[in-house]
């Protein structure tokens, strides 16, 4: 597994498509079962609060897709350095998010962040 | 020795600060600084303390003055964390402190009287949203002291998504 992280519009997909041909699943849209078989797992943040808006277990259904498909690689935005919101159910999503990510870093042998385009490894080599 | 440890929401920031402690002999402190209110702030103290259970921490909690927490000097004190810190001595009478440099040298004289400082602090203006006046200036407040300290610290780590980066050694 490969985890690319950072803010929003940082040039994620575009790393992520430079440095392997597959097709995209958008995380925001797909269905869940699409998850397992997914090579490149786009907004994963959004597939958590999906996963979480239909009572799932979100930071479960992460270890299990970690197991579940091994090789994806899986793209998330970073949403956890801001203001805390003020809505509770976004201050939950905000978590969960983090935590979602630990799980996800933890198992991954390399994770990349981006800033403005550029990567930095924070685990293992850039691609 | 004063470390900084920051980061977004639930990054590991607290698990990391914490095994900066491991092979501290003498009295360890975690130092608590918010008031807890809520069933959210509860819930996430029981959280902690949980995380801190037989890892040796003696608790005290200082919500604002907080070089005036009483704890014996030469300890080992984890700060959890700036965040609340700022809020509580910035609304502290119900109405907006400029407070940065009184924070600031608040810590500065914590520092001296122990062996060990670690800070657990925020990130928080990486949304890029409009917010109201107050909640704009608690942003550059908590960004103008993570800069002072991390000035003064002797590292600097940032936790992403539960991996230790150092910005300063």
């Keep these: 597994m490969i985890l690319i992280t950072g803010g929003a519009y940082q040039g994620k997909t575009a790393y992520a498509q430079a440095h392997f041909p597959y097709a995209v699943t958008d995380g925001a849209v797909c269905e869940f079962d699409e998850a397992k078989d997914a090579k490149i797992l786009t907004n994963y943040h959004v597939f958590v609060r999906r996963l979480m808006e239909s009572g799932i277990d979100a930071e479960a259904s992460t270890a299990a897709l970690c197991k579940d498909n091994p090789e994806c690689i899986v793209l998330l935005d970073e949403i956890g350095s801001g203001i805390i919101p003020l809505e509770k159910s976004e201050r939950v999503w905000r978590e969960t998010v983090g935590r979602a990510g630990c799980i996800l870093a933890e198992y991954a042998h390399t994770v990349i962040r981006l800033v403005c385009g550029i990567p930095t490894a924070l685990k293992g080599e850039l691609l | ?169």
């Excluded at chain 2, 670690?118 to 890029?128: A, E, L």
Aim: charged fraction near 25%.
């Design chain 2, 1 to 169: 020795m004063m470390i900084l440890v920051t980061g977004g929401s639930k990054c590991g920031k607290s698990r990391f600060a914490e095994s900066l402690f491991s092979d501290i002999a003498g009295p360890k402190i975690y130092l608590a600084t918010m008031q807890p209110y809520g069933e959210e702030a509860h819930s996430a103290i029981e959280r902690h303390r949980k995380m801190r259970a037989d890892k040796g921490f003696l608790t005290a909690e200082q919500y604002t003055d907080i070089d005036r927490a009483e704890i014996p000097a030469g300890s080992a004190v984890l700060l959890e964390c700036m965040g609340n810190l700022l809020a509580n001595e910035m609304f502290r009478d119900g109405q907006m402190n400029d407070c940065t440099d009184k924070i600031v040298s608040d810590i500065l004289r914590l520092r001296q009287r122990m062996n060990l400082l670690v800070i657990v602090t925020n990130q928080v203006g990486s949304d890029d949203l409009d917010y109201d006046a107050g909640t704009a200036a608690y942003i550059a407040a908590l960004g103008i002291i993570n800069q002072k300290i991390a000035e003064n610290a002797d590292k600097v780590i940032e936790c992403v998504y539960g991996i230790p980066v150092t910005v300063k050694r």
